[in-house]
Protein backbone atom coordinates (compact mmCIF):
# COMPACT_ATOMS: atom_id res chain seq x y z
CA UNK A 1 0.00 0.00 0.00
CA UNK A 2 1.35 3.63 -0.81
CA UNK A 3 1.87 6.40 1.38
CA UNK A 4 -0.87 8.42 0.10
CA UNK A 5 -3.52 5.29 0.40
CA UNK A 6 -2.34 4.53 3.95
CA UNK A 7 -5.40 5.18 6.41
CA UNK A 8 -4.26 6.60 9.87
CA UNK A 9 -6.14 6.94 13.53
CA UNK A 10 -7.74 10.47 13.59
CA UNK A 11 -7.24 12.03 16.80
CA UNK A 12 -11.05 13.55 17.43
CA UNK A 13 -12.61 15.76 19.91
CA UNK A 14 -16.15 15.95 20.71
CA UNK A 15 -17.67 18.20 18.30
CA UNK A 16 -15.01 16.73 15.67
CA UNK A 17 -16.75 12.99 16.97
CA UNK A 18 -20.01 14.24 16.30
CA UNK A 19 -19.52 15.48 12.80
CA UNK A 20 -17.04 12.08 11.80
CA UNK A 21 -19.93 9.47 13.11
CA UNK A 22 -22.35 10.98 10.33
CA UNK A 23 -19.79 11.89 7.87
CA UNK A 24 -18.75 8.18 7.92
CA UNK A 25 -20.22 4.79 7.34
CA UNK A 26 -18.75 2.91 10.03
CA UNK A 27 -16.41 4.25 12.74
CA UNK A 28 -14.50 2.70 15.52
CA UNK A 29 -13.38 5.01 18.34
CA UNK A 30 -11.06 4.43 21.29
CA UNK A 31 -11.73 6.57 24.38
CA UNK A 32 -8.59 6.86 25.95
CA UNK A 33 -7.39 8.62 29.12
CA UNK A 34 -3.93 9.71 30.84
CA UNK A 35 -1.72 7.87 32.57
CA UNK A 36 -3.88 4.46 31.39
CA UNK A 37 -1.83 1.42 31.07
CA UNK A 38 -4.09 -0.30 29.35
CA UNK A 39 -4.68 1.83 27.08
CA UNK A 40 -0.77 2.09 25.81
CA UNK A 41 -1.20 -1.57 25.89
CA UNK A 42 -4.00 -1.62 22.83
CA UNK A 43 -2.42 1.43 21.32
CA UNK A 44 -0.06 -0.98 19.43
CA UNK A 45 -2.78 -3.80 18.07
CA UNK A 46 -5.59 -0.73 17.54
CA UNK A 47 -3.25 1.24 14.96
CA UNK A 48 -2.41 -1.93 13.42
CA UNK A 49 -6.12 -2.50 12.50
CA UNK A 50 -6.49 0.77 10.15
CA UNK A 51 -4.15 -0.92 8.14
CA UNK A 52 -5.68 -4.27 7.91
CA UNK A 53 -7.49 -4.80 4.55
CA UNK A 54 -10.75 -6.09 6.07
CA UNK A 55 -10.98 -2.84 8.18
CA UNK A 56 -11.12 -0.88 4.59
CA UNK A 57 -14.11 1.81 4.68
CA UNK A 58 -14.17 1.95 8.63
CA UNK A 59 -12.66 4.89 10.00
CA UNK A 60 -10.30 5.34 13.28
CA UNK A 61 -10.36 7.59 15.90
CA UNK A 62 -9.01 8.21 19.20
CA UNK A 63 -10.16 10.71 21.64
CA UNK A 64 -8.99 11.55 25.06
CA UNK A 65 -11.34 11.90 27.49
CA UNK A 66 -9.90 13.91 29.79
CA UNK A 67 -9.44 16.99 27.60
CA UNK A 68 -13.43 16.57 25.95
CA UNK A 69 -16.37 17.02 28.47
CA UNK A 70 -18.78 15.00 26.10
CA UNK A 71 -16.83 11.91 26.46
CA UNK A 72 -15.72 12.46 29.83
CA UNK A 73 -19.75 12.78 30.82
CA UNK A 74 -19.97 9.66 28.60
CA UNK A 75 -17.14 7.25 30.69
CA UNK A 76 -18.55 8.32 34.07
CA UNK A 77 -19.59 4.92 34.73
CA UNK A 78 -16.97 3.25 32.98
CA UNK A 79 -13.03 2.68 32.94
CA UNK A 80 -10.52 3.52 29.87
CA UNK A 81 -9.95 2.29 27.31
CA UNK A 82 -13.65 2.59 25.82
CA UNK A 83 -14.24 1.61 22.05
CA UNK A 84 -17.56 2.46 20.57
CA UNK A 85 -19.01 1.19 16.92
CA UNK A 86 -21.34 3.60 15.19
CA UNK A 87 -22.69 2.74 11.78
CA UNK A 88 -24.63 5.50 9.65
CA UNK A 89 -24.28 7.39 12.48
CA UNK A 90 -25.59 5.43 14.97
CA UNK A 91 -24.27 3.87 17.77
CA UNK A 92 -23.78 0.20 18.35
CA UNK A 93 -21.79 -0.88 21.14
CA UNK A 94 -20.35 0.53 23.47
CA UNK A 95 -17.58 -1.39 26.21
CA UNK A 96 -14.64 -0.68 28.05
CA UNK A 97 -12.02 -3.53 26.81
CA UNK A 98 -9.11 -4.40 28.40
CA UNK A 99 -7.39 -7.24 26.34
CA UNK A 100 -7.14 -7.09 22.40
CA UNK A 101 -9.32 -10.34 21.59
CA UNK A 102 -12.00 -8.28 22.84
CA UNK A 103 -11.59 -5.30 20.96
CA UNK A 104 -11.29 -7.40 18.09
CA UNK A 105 -14.60 -8.90 18.62
CA UNK A 106 -15.75 -5.94 18.86
CA UNK A 107 -14.70 -4.61 15.16
CA UNK A 108 -15.57 -8.10 14.30
CA UNK A 109 -19.57 -7.64 14.63
CA UNK A 110 -18.95 -3.94 13.24
CA UNK A 111 -17.88 -5.35 10.18
CA UNK A 112 -20.34 -7.96 9.93
CA UNK A 113 -22.93 -5.35 10.39
CA UNK A 114 -25.02 -5.02 7.76
CA UNK A 115 -26.10 -1.05 7.40
CA UNK A 116 -30.13 0.20 6.59
CA UNK A 117 -30.08 1.02 2.77
Do not use: W
Amino acid sequence: MNEEARQHVVDADDEHLRRLIHEHLKVFAKFTSENCAICESLAPPFNKFVDAPENVGILFIRLNVDQNPVAKKMMEQKAAPFFVSYCQGRLLECDALTEEPQVVAQLERLRAFMPVK
